[in-house]
């Protein structure tokens, strides 16, 4: 049984930064694909940033692109997004994700992740 527990997000000023974790318990990290998304009040659950298994490729919504760091720490057995240049429009709960299967990095949908944590909120005040 997989477990993923997110810890970092707080409130901080626009321009400010922010370095969310993922501790995960019951899988290898180095072994699964995984993603942060977020998700604002009154709004669909979105993709933020997607690290490959192997930890060689990353992808980004546009939106954060430049500004959002996403890496994998695998002998901590967890991921990291490290937020900078922070903007109100980044308020939201931020979750991170594991893929259904290792060894696979083909896709960003939420169909594509079967484990998700309980999120942690990033309140950026304008």
């Known amino acids: 049984q997989v477990q993923l527990v997110e810890s970092g997000g707080g409130q901080v000023p626009a321009g400010g930064s922010l370095r969310l974790s993922c501790a995960a318990s019951?899988?290898?990290?180095?072994?699964?694909?995984m993603a942060w998304f977020r998700q604002a009040p009154g709004k669909e659950r979105e993709f933020v940033a997607f690290?490959?298994?192997?930890?060689?490729?990353?992808n980004y919504r546009d939106s954060v692109k430049g500004r959002f760091t996403i890496s994998k720490g695998s002998a901590e057995n967890s991921i990291y997004l490290q937020m900078n240049s922070l903007k109100a429009e980044d308020t939201a709960v931020y979750y991170c994700?594991?893929?259904?299967?290792?060894?696979?990095?083909?896709?960003?949908?939420?169909?594509?992740?079967?484990?998700w944590g309980r999120g942690t909120q990033v309140t950026v005040a304008s």
């Open positions: 994700a594991m893929y259904r299967s290792p060894w696979t990095s083909s896709g960003y949908s939420l169909n594509d992740f079967a484990s």
């Open positions: 019951g899988r290898s990290v180095s072994k699964y694909s």
């Open positions: 690290i490959s298994w192997g930890g060689r490729s990353t």
